[in-house]
């Protein structure tokens, strides 16, 4: 599901114009021919994002739906680029989607302004499915709720076990109690980084600026789950305090630097230009391990199918503790003349989209995971959505009980002020990982004023 980071670069670029102030949304026509040949069929349009595998996913899904409900008949709106940029110009233009994913990070806004629709009546009744309670989207107590995950996605090392057997290492451990320590971590990944001379990074003459096989990447696309692993964070899970400044989020980010500048074993920012795709990287030994977000096994699945990666799945290292996070896009329903007109089969939609019973090619296909527990719990559930020839024979006991039992609540879930703060956060964190000054330099003295400057005694 996702190509772009996670939420750090999506930010409400025009947030929201007059249009959206004075609740004009618009909507695709109410009624049309359905794929059954109906012509008084409501039709409904839906958008997403995604590559091509993702594409032919959704439109199967949706063909699916088409064909099972005759009145009613849902057209799919692939939407490429500046995803949030195009949502807030069809909002002006009066010409939204009636539903559709919706970046996490920007969501507040647009449920506090009623362009999204409050869905909360739908959880409370229980019609909606019993969801996974850390994949809802509600920004105040008791307050609107814009949806919850169509999917699951949890992080965990993606890796390449033939350079593991190559290097006589063993592979990543499968359960968080056996995690690696950071320092394991560190050691591992410096024992699977070769330069074009075969020198390790602890070995005299080792290169550093040609590296032929990096233990590790992805760090800080994921580095939110790295600052919970060390009892830190941006936030606290309360929402009350940013902790940002904090001596463990501190460390943790120093941490993650030095895997570039100190130990190198990750690429830089610099150096990202040459790594290819994650499938690739892996494929090619130009990456040993990649730290990833469940979405990726899609891809990683295709390629251990049809080009035989020998590919493997472990839990994170820890800091101080094991822990992941949760990603998961939100369906939301807009509230356009449309969906207000014809709730009742915008409705019938939504919850078939939200059924891992609807969505199970997906996920059997390494796109999404179930955003249900009892998927997680009932053994003929799990067999059905793991047991295929694209997941690791490893999968089960590497994501069940790490999803269950494990995820640290993402804040994008329930932060509302996450896409502003975002907007002053993200750069800097970016002179961090491009080495300008340590971490404690830019959290102290460029970020925490900025943040301060803007939110005021709003957070301690």
Request: hydrophobic residues 35%; negative net charge; contains cysteine.
């Amino acid at each position: 599901m996702r190509k772009g980071k996670p939420f750090i670069v999506i930010s409400l670029v025009l947030m929201l114009i007059v249009g959206l102030l004075s609740g004009c949304f618009g909507g695709t026509s109410a009624t049309g021919t359905s794929e059954s040949g109906n012509k008084d069929a409501v039709q409904l349009k839906f958008a997403y994002w995604g590559g091509p595998l993702e594409k032919d996913s959704i439109e199967a899904l949706l063909k699916a739906f088409n064909e099972s409900h005759p009145n009613i008949h849902v057209k799919g709106q692939q939407i490429q680029g500046s995803y949030i940029e195009k949502m807030t110009t069809m909002a002006s233009s009066n010409t939204l989607p009636d539903l559709g994913y919706f970046p996490e990070g920007s969501l507040p806004p647009w449920l506090k302004n009623g362009a999204i629709k409050d869905l909360k009546p739908l959880f409370d009744s229980g019609e909606i499915g019993d969801k996974l309670k850390y994949s809802i989207f509600q920004f105040e107590e008791d307050g609107p709720i814009a949806g919850s995950s169509v999917a699951n996605e949890v992080t965990n090392i993606y890796y390449n076990k033939d350079l593991f057997d190559e290097a006589g290492i063993a592979y990543p451990p499968t359960k968080a109690e056996d995690a690696w320590t950071w320092d394991e971590f560190v050691d591992i990944a410096k024992k699977l980084t070769v330069d074009r001379n075969g020198k390790h990074p602890d070995d005299k003459g080792f290169d550093p600026k040609n590296i032929k096989t990096y233990g590790v990447n992805n760090f800080t696309y994921h580095f939110e789950t790295f600052l919970f692993s060390n009892n830190g964070g941006i936030i606290s899970e309360d929402g009350k305090d940013i902790i940002l400044d904090q001596p463990e989020t501190i460390e943790a980010l120093q941490r993650m630097q030095d895997l570039m500048y100190v130990h190198h074993v990750m690429p830089t920012p610099a150096n990202l230009s040459t790594i290819p795709n994650t499938d690739t990287a892996l494929l090619t030994k130009r990456v040993a391990m990649n730290i990833d977000g469940h979405w990726a096994l899609q891809e990683l699945g295709k390629a251990k199918k049809e080009k035989d990666l020998n590919l493997g799945i472990g839990v994170l290292p820890k800091m101080e503790k094991a822990v992941t996070t949760s990603y998961g896009t939100p369906i939301v329903v807009f509230n356009t003349d449309n969906t207000k007109e014809n709730w009742d089969e915008t409705k019938e939609f939504l919850k078939f989209i939200m059924d891992p019973v609807n969505s199970l090619p997906l996920i059997q296909g390494g796109l999404w995971m179930p955003n249900e527990e009892k998927w997680y719990k009932e053994p003929e559930l799990i067999k059905k959505w793991t047991d295929t020839e694209i997941h690791p024979e490893e999968f089960e006991e590497a994501v069940i009980d790490w999803a269950l039992n494990n995820v640290r609540r993402n804040p994008n879930y329930y932060w509302g002020d996450r896409s502003e703060a975002s907007q002053i956060i993200t750069p800097g964190l970016d002179q961090i990982w491009s080495n300008e000054k340590s971490a404690e330099e830019i959290v102290n003295d460029i970020i925490m004023p900025k943040l301060d400057k803007k939110f005021g005694d709003k957070y301690q």
